[in-house]
Protein backbone atom coordinates (compact mmCIF):
# COMPACT_ATOMS: atom_id res chain seq x y z
CA UNK A 1 0.00 0.00 0.00
CA UNK A 2 1.44 3.16 -1.38
CA UNK A 3 2.03 6.07 1.72
CA UNK A 4 0.22 9.49 1.57
CA UNK A 5 2.49 11.57 2.84
CA UNK A 6 0.77 15.13 4.71
CA UNK A 7 2.51 17.77 2.86
CA UNK A 8 5.57 17.28 0.71
CA UNK A 9 6.64 20.14 -2.24
CA UNK A 10 5.32 20.46 -5.47
CA UNK A 11 8.47 20.38 -7.21
CA UNK A 12 7.95 20.42 -11.02
CA UNK A 13 10.87 19.75 -14.42
CA UNK A 14 10.16 23.72 -14.97
CA UNK A 15 11.31 24.51 -11.18
CA UNK A 16 14.43 22.70 -11.29
CA UNK A 17 15.31 24.59 -14.69
CA UNK A 18 14.77 27.87 -13.38
CA UNK A 19 17.04 26.79 -10.11
CA UNK A 20 19.76 25.59 -12.28
CA UNK A 21 19.42 28.23 -14.92
CA UNK A 22 20.68 30.63 -11.82
CA UNK A 23 23.23 28.39 -10.61
CA UNK A 24 25.10 28.77 -14.29
CA UNK A 25 24.55 32.16 -13.98
CA UNK A 26 27.23 33.10 -12.16
CA UNK A 27 25.32 34.85 -9.89
CA UNK A 28 23.46 32.93 -7.00
CA UNK A 29 22.62 35.05 -3.87
CA UNK A 30 20.10 38.01 -3.78
CA UNK A 31 20.32 39.70 -6.96
CA UNK A 32 18.06 40.23 -10.49
CA UNK A 33 15.67 37.01 -9.38
CA UNK A 34 14.96 37.92 -5.96
CA UNK A 35 14.14 41.80 -7.17
CA UNK A 36 12.11 39.97 -10.27
CA UNK A 37 10.25 37.97 -7.24
CA UNK A 38 9.43 40.76 -5.36
CA UNK A 39 7.56 42.91 -8.30
CA UNK A 40 5.67 39.57 -9.14
CA UNK A 41 4.44 38.98 -5.64
CA UNK A 42 3.65 43.22 -5.38
CA UNK A 43 1.99 42.54 -8.18
CA UNK A 44 -0.07 39.57 -7.58
CA UNK A 45 -1.37 40.45 -3.65
CA UNK A 46 -1.68 44.30 -5.08
CA UNK A 47 0.78 45.16 -2.02
CA UNK A 48 2.62 48.58 -2.82
CA UNK A 49 6.10 47.05 -1.45
CA UNK A 50 7.67 43.87 -1.07
CA UNK A 51 10.67 42.73 0.47
CA UNK A 52 12.22 38.98 0.06
CA UNK A 53 13.91 37.34 3.17
CA UNK A 54 14.76 33.96 4.61
CA UNK A 55 11.34 33.53 6.58
CA UNK A 56 8.37 34.53 7.78
CA UNK A 57 9.61 34.58 11.04
CA UNK A 58 12.13 36.75 9.72
CA UNK A 59 9.52 39.29 8.22
CA UNK A 60 7.58 39.28 11.37
CA UNK A 61 10.54 40.10 13.08
CA UNK A 62 11.41 43.11 11.22
CA UNK A 63 8.54 44.77 11.33
CA UNK A 64 8.61 44.96 15.00
CA UNK A 65 12.40 45.95 15.02
CA UNK A 66 11.36 48.77 11.80
CA UNK A 67 8.74 50.06 14.29
CA UNK A 68 11.06 50.25 17.17
CA UNK A 69 9.05 47.68 19.84
CA UNK A 70 11.02 46.35 22.70
CA UNK A 71 11.22 45.78 26.40
CA UNK A 72 8.36 47.73 28.12
CA UNK A 73 5.77 46.90 25.36
CA UNK A 74 3.08 44.39 24.37
CA UNK A 75 1.99 42.19 20.95
CA UNK A 76 -0.76 40.24 20.75
CA UNK A 77 -1.25 37.10 18.98
CA UNK A 78 -2.99 34.39 18.52
CA UNK A 79 -2.96 31.48 21.43
CA UNK A 80 -3.91 29.22 18.64
CA UNK A 81 -0.97 29.02 16.22
CA UNK A 82 3.11 27.76 15.14
CA UNK A 83 5.26 29.45 17.75
CA UNK A 84 6.96 31.97 15.36
CA UNK A 85 4.04 34.34 15.62
CA UNK A 86 4.99 34.49 19.09
CA UNK A 87 8.62 33.82 19.79
CA UNK A 88 9.68 37.36 17.89
CA UNK A 89 8.03 39.00 20.28
CA UNK A 90 10.41 37.52 22.40
CA UNK A 91 12.99 37.93 20.02
CA UNK A 92 12.47 41.80 20.67
CA UNK A 93 12.19 42.09 24.51
CA UNK A 94 8.79 42.65 24.43
CA UNK A 95 5.68 40.92 26.23
CA UNK A 96 3.57 38.37 24.34
CA UNK A 97 -0.33 38.45 24.64
CA UNK A 98 -1.70 35.81 23.18
CA UNK A 99 -5.67 35.88 22.84
CA UNK A 100 -7.65 32.95 23.00
CA UNK A 101 -10.23 31.98 19.40
CA UNK A 102 -13.15 33.02 19.17
CA UNK A 103 -16.00 30.37 20.04
CA UNK A 104 -15.92 26.77 18.06
CA UNK A 105 -12.92 28.16 15.51
CA UNK A 106 -9.84 28.33 14.65
CA UNK A 107 -9.36 32.11 14.72
CA UNK A 108 -10.07 34.81 17.20
CA UNK A 109 -12.09 37.76 15.15
CA UNK A 110 -10.56 41.23 15.02
CA UNK A 111 -12.88 42.22 18.02
CA UNK A 112 -11.25 39.28 20.06
CA UNK A 113 -7.61 40.66 19.35
CA UNK A 114 -8.36 44.39 19.64
CA UNK A 115 -10.20 43.86 22.91
CA UNK A 116 -6.64 42.99 24.02
CA UNK A 117 -4.82 46.36 23.51
CA UNK A 118 -3.64 48.08 26.35
CA UNK A 119 -1.67 51.42 26.44
CA UNK A 120 1.78 49.51 26.07
CA UNK A 121 0.63 47.53 23.00
CA UNK A 122 2.20 48.27 19.86
CA UNK A 123 1.45 45.54 17.40
CA UNK A 124 -0.66 43.18 16.49
CA UNK A 125 0.06 40.08 14.46
CA UNK A 126 -3.77 38.36 13.56
CA UNK A 127 -2.57 34.66 12.22
CA UNK A 128 -4.55 33.63 9.05
CA UNK A 129 -4.98 29.95 10.33
CA UNK A 130 -5.60 27.39 7.53
CA UNK A 131 -5.38 30.32 4.70
CA UNK A 132 -8.88 32.37 6.24
CA UNK A 133 -7.81 35.80 6.90
CA UNK A 134 -8.88 37.43 10.01
CA UNK A 135 -10.60 40.66 8.34
CA UNK A 136 -7.42 42.75 8.37
CA UNK A 137 -9.69 46.20 7.09
CA UNK A 138 -11.73 45.82 9.92
CA UNK A 139 -8.86 45.39 13.04
CA UNK A 140 -7.20 48.65 11.31
CA UNK A 141 -10.49 49.96 11.97
CA UNK A 142 -10.76 49.55 15.28
CA UNK A 143 -7.22 50.14 16.44
CA UNK A 144 -7.71 53.72 14.37
CA UNK A 145 -10.90 53.97 16.47
CA UNK A 146 -8.96 53.58 19.91
CA UNK A 147 -5.51 56.26 18.46
CA UNK A 148 -6.33 58.45 21.41
CA UNK A 149 -5.35 56.35 24.22
CA UNK A 150 -2.28 55.07 21.78
CA UNK A 151 1.18 56.54 23.29
CA UNK A 152 3.76 56.26 20.58
CA UNK A 153 7.46 55.89 21.71
CA UNK A 154 9.30 56.64 18.32
CA UNK A 155 8.82 58.77 15.24
CA UNK A 156 7.43 55.55 13.16
CA UNK A 157 4.65 54.49 15.77
CA UNK A 158 3.96 58.76 15.80
CA UNK A 159 3.42 58.61 12.15
CA UNK A 160 1.68 55.57 12.20
CA UNK A 161 -0.91 56.85 15.10
CA UNK A 162 -2.28 53.46 16.38
CA UNK A 163 -1.48 50.11 16.73
CA UNK A 164 0.19 48.16 13.85
CA UNK A 165 -1.12 45.29 12.06
CA UNK A 166 1.48 42.58 11.31
CA UNK A 167 -0.56 40.17 9.65
CA UNK A 168 1.07 36.47 9.60
CA UNK A 169 -0.06 35.51 6.24
CA UNK A 170 2.67 32.44 6.30
CA UNK A 171 -1.22 30.11 5.22
CA UNK A 172 -2.52 32.76 3.32
CA UNK A 173 -0.89 33.78 0.11
CA UNK A 174 -3.60 34.27 -2.56
CA UNK A 175 -6.15 34.38 -0.24
CA UNK A 176 -9.07 37.15 -0.60
CA UNK A 177 -11.59 39.11 1.94
CA UNK A 178 -13.83 41.84 0.82
CA UNK A 179 -12.53 41.37 -2.43
CA UNK A 180 -8.76 42.68 -1.68
CA UNK A 181 -5.90 40.85 -1.59
CA UNK A 182 -4.18 39.57 1.23
CA UNK A 183 -0.77 41.73 1.29
CA UNK A 184 -2.90 45.18 0.35
CA UNK A 185 -5.07 45.38 3.62
CA UNK A 186 -2.84 44.99 6.36
CA UNK A 187 0.09 47.79 7.70
CA UNK A 188 2.72 44.38 7.20
CA UNK A 189 1.57 41.32 5.76
CA UNK A 190 4.37 38.45 6.44
CA UNK A 191 4.28 35.51 3.73
CA UNK A 192 6.42 32.18 4.14
CA UNK A 193 7.80 29.75 1.24
CA UNK A 194 9.01 27.46 3.95
CA UNK A 195 8.97 23.48 2.43
CA UNK A 196 5.43 22.61 3.81
CA UNK A 197 3.73 26.05 2.94
CA UNK A 198 1.63 26.63 -0.59
CA UNK A 199 4.55 28.16 -2.76
CA UNK A 200 8.00 27.13 -1.45
CA UNK A 201 11.11 28.28 -1.77
CA UNK A 202 12.53 25.48 0.70
CA UNK A 203 12.96 28.42 3.10
CA UNK A 204 11.89 31.82 2.44
CA UNK A 205 9.71 34.50 3.45
CA UNK A 206 8.44 38.02 2.52
CA UNK A 207 6.72 40.96 4.02
CA UNK A 208 4.97 43.01 1.81
CA UNK A 209 2.97 46.52 2.81
CA UNK A 210 -0.10 48.47 2.03
CA UNK A 211 -0.36 51.98 0.04
CA UNK A 212 -0.84 53.91 3.11
CA UNK A 213 2.31 52.84 4.59
CA UNK A 214 4.10 53.31 1.24
CA UNK A 215 3.05 56.87 0.64
CA UNK A 216 3.86 57.37 4.75
CA UNK A 217 6.93 55.93 4.72
CA UNK A 218 8.88 56.45 1.48
CA UNK A 219 11.88 54.60 2.36
CA UNK A 220 10.51 51.81 3.90
CA UNK A 221 11.92 49.40 1.40
CA UNK A 222 15.46 50.68 1.78
CA UNK A 223 14.98 50.37 5.83
CA UNK A 224 13.90 46.45 5.05
CA UNK A 225 16.87 46.17 3.36
CA UNK A 226 19.53 47.98 5.52
CA UNK A 227 17.83 45.74 8.51
CA UNK A 228 17.83 41.91 6.86
CA UNK A 229 21.42 42.77 5.17
CA UNK A 230 23.86 44.11 7.94
CA UNK A 231 22.84 47.28 7.63
CA UNK A 232 25.05 48.11 4.49
CA UNK A 233 23.86 50.94 2.73
CA UNK A 234 24.86 48.69 -0.96
CA UNK A 235 24.18 45.26 -1.61
CA UNK A 236 26.17 42.45 -2.87
CA UNK A 237 25.17 43.47 -6.45
CA UNK A 238 25.93 46.83 -6.38
CA UNK A 239 29.15 46.36 -4.97
CA UNK A 240 30.29 44.25 -7.62
CA UNK A 241 30.06 47.06 -9.96
CA UNK A 242 33.69 47.85 -10.91
CA UNK A 243 35.22 50.74 -9.02
CA UNK A 244 32.23 50.51 -6.68
CA UNK A 245 33.93 48.86 -3.69
CA UNK A 246 32.90 51.23 -1.10
CA UNK A 247 30.18 51.13 1.55
CA UNK A 248 28.89 51.73 5.18
CA UNK A 249 27.19 49.99 7.19
CA UNK A 250 24.80 52.65 9.38
CA UNK A 251 23.57 50.01 12.14
CA UNK A 252 24.73 46.75 13.17
CA UNK A 253 21.25 44.53 11.60
CA UNK A 254 20.23 41.51 11.47
CA UNK A 255 21.14 38.93 8.13
CA UNK A 256 18.00 36.84 6.55
CA UNK A 257 18.03 38.04 3.11
CA UNK A 258 16.42 35.78 0.18
CA UNK A 259 19.07 34.17 -2.39
CA UNK A 260 18.51 34.01 -5.75
CA UNK A 261 18.53 30.43 -6.27
CA UNK A 262 15.41 30.64 -4.05
CA UNK A 263 13.84 33.25 -5.98
CA UNK A 264 14.16 31.07 -9.14
CA UNK A 265 12.10 28.49 -7.25
CA UNK A 266 9.29 30.98 -6.24
CA UNK A 267 8.69 32.95 -9.42
CA UNK A 268 8.21 29.40 -11.07
CA UNK A 269 6.05 28.42 -8.63
CA UNK A 270 4.27 32.05 -8.57
CA UNK A 271 3.55 31.36 -12.30
CA UNK A 272 0.98 28.34 -11.71
CA UNK A 273 0.18 29.72 -8.21
CA UNK A 274 -3.64 30.17 -9.12
CA UNK A 275 -3.76 26.79 -10.85
CA UNK A 276 -2.58 25.18 -7.34
CA UNK A 277 -5.25 27.18 -5.81
CA UNK A 278 -7.93 25.50 -8.06
CA UNK A 279 -6.42 22.21 -7.40
CA UNK A 280 -6.27 22.21 -3.54
CA UNK A 281 -10.38 24.15 -3.95
CA UNK A 282 -11.16 21.33 -5.70
CA UNK A 283 -9.75 18.62 -3.08
CA UNK A 284 -11.31 20.16 -0.29
CA UNK A 285 -14.95 20.23 -2.54
CA UNK A 286 -14.36 16.61 -2.48
CA UNK A 287 -13.30 16.22 0.80
CA UNK A 288 -16.68 18.30 2.50
CA UNK A 289 -18.99 16.30 -0.10
CA UNK A 290 -17.21 12.60 0.74
CA UNK A 291 -17.53 13.41 4.28
CA UNK A 292 -20.68 14.89 4.77
CA UNK A 293 -22.67 13.20 7.61
CA UNK A 294 -19.62 11.74 9.14
CA UNK A 295 -18.35 12.95 12.59
CA UNK A 296 -15.77 14.79 10.78
CA UNK A 297 -16.55 19.10 10.11
CA UNK A 298 -14.27 20.97 7.73
CA UNK A 299 -13.39 24.30 8.68
CA UNK A 300 -14.97 26.49 5.95
CA UNK A 301 -12.43 27.61 3.31
CA UNK A 302 -15.04 30.47 1.53
CA UNK A 303 -13.56 30.13 -2.37
CA UNK A 304 -15.76 33.42 -3.84
CA UNK A 305 -14.66 36.61 -5.23
CA UNK A 306 -15.48 38.78 -2.21
CA UNK A 307 -13.41 35.85 0.15
CA UNK A 308 -11.77 33.29 -0.46
CA UNK A 309 -9.16 30.77 1.62
CA UNK A 310 -5.86 29.94 0.24
CA UNK A 311 -6.80 26.51 0.94
CA UNK A 312 -3.64 26.00 3.11
CA UNK A 313 -4.87 22.91 5.60
CA UNK A 314 -7.74 21.18 5.67
CA UNK A 315 -8.43 21.66 9.51
CA UNK A 316 -11.81 19.14 11.03
CA UNK A 317 -13.25 18.54 13.71
CA UNK A 318 -13.81 14.76 14.83
CA UNK A 319 -17.09 15.84 16.35
CA UNK A 320 -17.71 15.04 20.55
CA UNK A 321 -14.06 13.63 20.22
CA UNK A 322 -11.38 14.16 23.56
CA UNK A 323 -7.68 14.25 22.95
CA UNK A 324 -7.28 10.29 23.41
CA UNK A 325 -9.92 9.61 20.33
CA UNK A 326 -8.52 12.26 18.47
CA UNK A 327 -5.52 10.60 18.51
CA UNK A 328 -6.20 7.65 17.87
CA UNK A 329 -8.16 8.61 15.34
CA UNK A 330 -4.79 9.83 13.77
CA UNK A 331 -2.81 6.43 14.89
CA UNK A 332 -5.23 4.76 12.97
CA UNK A 333 -5.11 6.74 9.49
CA UNK A 334 -1.56 6.15 9.72
CA UNK A 335 -1.89 2.14 10.44
CA UNK A 336 -4.10 2.93 7.28
CA UNK A 337 -0.81 4.60 5.13
CA UNK A 338 -2.13 8.57 4.97
CA UNK A 339 -0.14 11.23 7.23
CA UNK A 340 -2.55 13.48 9.41
CA UNK A 341 -1.28 16.48 11.40
CA UNK A 342 -2.80 18.36 14.30
CA UNK A 343 -2.79 22.24 13.69
CA UNK A 344 -2.49 23.85 16.93
CA UNK A 345 -1.48 23.03 20.39
CA UNK A 346 -1.97 25.95 21.86
CA UNK A 347 0.82 27.66 22.56
CA UNK A 348 0.52 27.86 26.34
CA UNK A 349 0.19 24.37 26.13
CA UNK A 350 4.26 23.97 25.09
CA UNK A 351 7.36 24.16 27.20
CA UNK A 352 8.37 27.61 26.85
CA UNK A 353 4.97 29.40 26.88
CA UNK A 354 4.41 27.41 29.98
CA UNK A 355 7.64 29.15 31.11
CA UNK A 356 6.99 32.45 30.31
CA UNK A 357 3.59 31.76 32.84
CA UNK A 358 0.90 31.38 30.25
CA UNK A 359 -1.79 29.10 31.59
CA UNK A 360 -3.64 26.67 29.19
CA UNK A 361 -7.14 27.03 31.27
CA UNK A 362 -7.26 30.84 30.50
CA UNK A 363 -7.65 29.85 26.85
CA UNK A 364 -11.05 27.40 26.82
CA UNK A 365 -12.00 28.19 23.20
CA UNK A 366 -8.70 27.42 21.90
CA UNK A 367 -7.82 24.54 23.91
CA UNK A 368 -11.02 23.08 22.74
CA UNK A 369 -10.45 23.12 19.61
CA UNK A 370 -7.77 21.52 19.81
CA UNK A 371 -8.63 18.62 21.47
CA UNK A 372 -10.90 16.89 18.48
CA UNK A 373 -8.92 18.86 15.98
CA UNK A 374 -7.14 16.95 12.42
CA UNK A 375 -5.72 17.63 9.79
CA UNK A 376 -6.30 16.01 6.65
CA UNK A 377 -3.52 15.42 3.59
CA UNK A 378 -4.16 18.58 0.92
CA UNK A 379 -1.37 19.25 -0.78
CA UNK A 380 -1.01 18.67 -5.11
CA UNK A 381 0.16 15.98 -5.67
CA UNK A 382 -2.58 13.99 -3.75
CA UNK A 383 -4.21 12.00 -7.08
CA UNK A 384 -8.00 12.29 -7.70
CA UNK A 385 -7.33 8.39 -6.23
CA UNK A 386 -5.51 9.77 -3.35
CA UNK A 387 -8.36 11.99 -2.26
CA UNK A 388 -10.65 8.83 -2.76
CA UNK A 389 -8.83 6.85 -0.76
CA UNK A 390 -8.48 9.80 2.00
CA UNK A 391 -12.27 10.28 1.85
CA UNK A 392 -13.44 6.48 2.20
CA UNK A 393 -10.42 5.77 5.09
CA UNK A 394 -11.33 9.12 7.09
CA UNK A 395 -15.28 8.64 6.56
CA UNK A 396 -15.13 4.74 8.19
CA UNK A 397 -12.73 5.39 10.67
CA UNK A 398 -15.10 8.67 11.96
CA UNK A 399 -18.10 7.31 11.93
CA UNK A 400 -21.24 8.45 10.97
CA UNK A 401 -22.46 12.19 12.59
CA UNK A 402 -24.74 11.39 15.59
CA UNK A 403 -28.69 12.88 14.42
CA UNK A 404 -30.46 14.51 16.89
C1 LIG B 1 5.18 28.26 8.91
C2 LIG B 1 4.62 29.28 9.80
C3 LIG B 1 5.38 30.37 10.24
C4 LIG B 1 6.86 30.46 10.03
O1 LIG B 1 7.25 30.53 8.71
P1 LIG B 1 8.81 30.45 8.39
O2 LIG B 1 8.89 30.91 6.96
O3 LIG B 1 9.21 29.02 8.58
O4 LIG B 1 9.50 31.36 9.32
C5 LIG B 1 4.76 31.38 10.95
N1 LIG B 1 3.46 31.31 11.27
C6 LIG B 1 2.70 30.26 10.90
C7 LIG B 1 1.25 30.27 11.27
C8 LIG B 1 3.26 29.20 10.18
O5 LIG B 1 2.52 28.15 9.85
Not at 45 to 73: H, Y
Not at 182 to 202: M, P, Q, R, W, Y
Request: hydrophobic share 45%; charged share 20%; net charge negative.
Amino acid sequence: MTKIPFSPPDIREEDIERVVAVLRSGWITTGPETKAFERELSAYTGAAGTACLNSATAAMELCLRWLGVGPGDEVVTSAYTYTASASVVDHVGATIVLADTAPGDYLPTAADYAACVTPKTRAIIPVDVAGRMVDHAELMRLLGERRAGFEPRNARQEALGRVAVIADAAHSLGARLGGRMCGEIADFTCFSFHAVKNLTTAEGGAVCWNRAMDEAFPGLYQDMMLLSLHGQNKDALAKTRAGAWAYDIVEPAWKCNMTDIQAALGRSQLARYEELLERRHAILARYAAGLAGTRLELMPHPAGERERSSAHLAIYRLAGADEEERNRFIEDMGAAGIACNVHYQPLPLLAAYRALGFDAALYPHAMAAYRSEVTLPLHTLLSDADVERVVETAGRLAGPASRG
